[in-house]
């Protein structure tokens, strides 16, 4: 299990667990947004960082041609726009909304100067950078290494670090709400890609499927293929 714990830090799902920023909320603009909503867009100078309060915000890229590469989602308690916020360089990816959202805005020279007073919040942040540098180490492998079918049998085993129930020794099952574009724009992949991939899984028996759940009947024969 301890193994399942560290691998779930590769995960795009990132669930930060923020400290208390009650202290600093009176500095803030607390604001509330609609799912799909655009928070920062590619090209935006931002000065602001952002609390997440409540909800869920989506990192991606989009091609011209409208292909979507999903980054990773991040989940309240937490922060987002970090990157752009402390580089001072226009973004080069979207922040959106993948759930309805309460946020509270803070301008760089009031969070600054307060920080030094809240060292465990700039613990946290710089604690946050470190596992979104993981998360992305992790796709770039995945991207530059790996056939698409480990890369889905990579996510899915990711999906079973944080959120898989066991059911033997070897054997976990996970409720995944996932379409296959939506794994496609995580993995990089085409959806017709990605959907052969899922094809393949099953047709090998490394995933079984039961109800709304999907069951892996061997997590060591998943993680010696991903492995390879």
């Known amino acids: 299990m301890e193994d399942l714990y560290n691998d779930a830090l590769d995960s795009p799902w990132i669930h930060p667990n923020a400290p208390d920023w009650g202290e600093l909320i009176k500095f803030a603009e607390k604001r509330v947004?609609?799912?799909n909503t655009i928070l920062v867009d590619m090209g935006d100078v931002v000065d602001t960082l952002y609390y997440l309060h409540k909800g869920q915000v989506k990192l991606s890229?989009?091609?011209?041609?409208?292909?979507?590469?999903t980054v990773w989602y991040t989940n309240s308690p937490g922060v987002f726009g970090e990157t752009p916020f402390f580089h001072n360089q226009p973004c080069k990816f979207i922040i959106s909304a993948s759930k309805d959202c309460e946020f509270y805005s803070f301008k760089k020279e009031?969070?600054?100067?307060?920080?030094a007073n809240h060292?465990?919040?700039?613990?946290f942040i710089l604690e946050l950078?470190?596992?979104?540098?993981?998360?992305?180490?992790?796709?770039?492998?995945?991207?530059?290494?790996k056939e698409p079918v480990v890369?889905?049998?990579?996510?899915?085993?990711?999906v079973v670090c944080q959120n898989g129930k066991q059911i033997d020794k070897n054997s976990y099952s996970v409720d995944i709400r996932l379409t296959h574009q939506e794994i496609a724009n995580i993995t990089g992949l085409h959806?017709?890609?990605?959907?052969?991939?899922?094809?393949?899984?099953?047709?090998?028996?490394?995933?079984?499927?039961?109800?709304?759940?999907?069951?892996?009947?061997?997590?060591?024969?998943?993680?010696?293929?991903?492995?390879?």
């Open 191 to 228: 959806r017709v890609t990605a959907s052969n991939a899922i094809k393949k899984l099953y047709d090998d028996g490394l995933i079984t499927k039961s109800r709304s759940s999907i069951v892996i009947p061997n997590i060591k024969l998943l993680k010696d293929l991903i492995s390879s």
């Open 119 to 123: 060292p465990e919040i700039m613990k």
């Open 61 to 69: 890229f989009t091609t011209r041609s409208g292909m979507e590469k």
């Open 110 to 115: 009031v969070l600054l100067g307060e920080l």
């Open 129 to 145: 950078l470190a596992q979104k540098v993981r998360v992305i180490s992790t796709q770039l492998e995945d991207l530059t290494f």
């Open 33 to 35: 947004v609609k799912k």
């Open 151 to 158: 890369r889905v049998a990579n996510l899915l085993y990711m």
